[in-house]
């Protein structure tokens, strides 16, 4: 196999119910020059077995022998990953089939890029609502809130490699790599159409606003954001994010 432009990282624990869900999405890509790398975390379900389902020989499983979690095995898979590129994409999520293709198309503008998102349920349902995004964030901009989503992310491996995930408890592991790598570069692009499809659940962490802004001020901690700093960025994440959920809340009423 000739080697792929973009590797695709995708985490996967007791993922059985939507993870057919997902690597679809990434095998019926305009932009066919990529890997999926799968990293399991040993699971009680038939995660394993959905994937070996799969005959493409773009797809690698690396199954943990151990539990890793998210941050490691999403830094494992880039260790791993043979393309110039990295593509974030969690199990439970899945992409539009241009995803790909019209980030590849826009590399030359900067070595972090992402999209806009468009929301589906528990059971694949699409929720009307989609999440906007600006042509460019700057590590200002992002301090006031993670408007990145992981799995919409195009990221350079070389970037990237400089500023893994940490592995650190109760921080937005995703949140604190974006802004390590805005301080390094002018800007990340964003292209605003819904090319990612989140999946929303009233259960997650993402949902849970209290817990999240506990973690984002642990992330700030962490990247040594100055307290004045911090405080005023995590005000401004409290209100879109109530902003965000509302509509969100009111699209499923």
Known sequence: MERPVVS???PAYNSEKTIG?????????????WELLIIVDPSKDSTIEIIKNYHDERIRLIS???????????NLGVREARGEWIAFLDSDDAWKAEKLEKQVAATDQSDL?????????????????????????????????????????????TRIM????????????????????????????GIDEPLLIYRYSSSSDSSN???MVKKNWNTFKLLKVPGIQAIASLMS????????????KGTQK
């Open 8 to 10: 695709v990282v995708m």
């Open 21 to 33: 869900v997902a690597i679809d999405s990434v095998i019926l890509q305009s932009f066919v020059h």
């Open 64 to 74: 943990n022998d151990r539990r890793l979690g998210i941050a490691e095995s999403r």
């Open 113 to 157: 890029l992402f999209t806009g998102s468009a929301f589906m349920d528990e059971n694949n349902k699409r929720i009307n609502y989609e999440l906007h995004v600006p042509a460019q964030v700057n590590y200002t901009d992002l301090l006031k809130q993670n408007i990145i989503s992981c799995s919409s992310v195009l990221v350079k491996k």
């Open 162 to 189: 400089m500023h893994p995930m940490p592995n650190v408890k109760d921080i937005t592991e995703d949140y604190a790599t974006w802004l390590s790598i805005l301080r390094d570069i002018p800007y990340a692009v």
């Open 209 to 211: 606003k209290i817990k």
């Open 237 to 248: 994440y409290g209100l879109r994010s109530l902003k965000k959920y509302r509509r969100l």
